[in-house]
């Protein structure tokens, strides 16, 4: 299984950006996928999650509100759509797959996935 993440960039305060995660090698159906990111300095931290089995959705409360995440059954590709952005979300974003069902405690935590991306950087400057 592979992961190709894309969309990253540089915008200004108050910008959007839409992150892509196309998966290969398995076709996702009873999956679970997150977006994490990593700022300079600080630890990787979760930042949107996505259960196939239920389409549940799960953001970070830094996130709530401003961040989208949902899927492309035909395509394999999760996104996440970033609105309102702050130079606090200033980071490289992974998007991350578990060949399974994650409960939301488990869905938040690194350790809990199988596969990632190779991540894409997003820059948000003020």
């Known amino acids: 299984v592979q992961l190709q993440a894309s969309g990253g960039g540089s915008v200004q305060t108050g910008g959007s950006l839409r992150l892509s995660c196309a998966a290969s090698?398995?076709?996702?159906?009873?999956?679970?996928m997150g977006w994490f990111r990593q700022a300079p300095g600080k630890e990787r931290e979760f930042v949107a999650g996505?259960?196939?089995?239920?389409?549940?959705?799960f953001y970070t409360d830094s996130t709530k509100g401003r961040f989208t995440i949902s899927r492309d059954n035909a395509k394999n590709t999760v996104y996440l759509q970033m609105n309102s952005l702050k130079p606090e979300d200033t980071a490289v974003y992974y998007c991350?797959?578990?060949?399974?069902?994650?409960?939301?405690?488990?869905?938040?935590?690194?350790?809990?996935?199988?596969?990632w991306g190779q991540g894409t950087q997003v820059t948000v400057s003020s």
């Open positions: 991350a797959l578990k060949t399974g069902y994650l409960i939301q405690s488990s869905l938040k935590r690194e350790l809990s996935y199988d596969y």
């Open positions: 090698g398995r076709t996702l159906r009873t999956d679970t």
């Open positions: 996505i259960r196939w089995t239920d389409n549940n959705k």
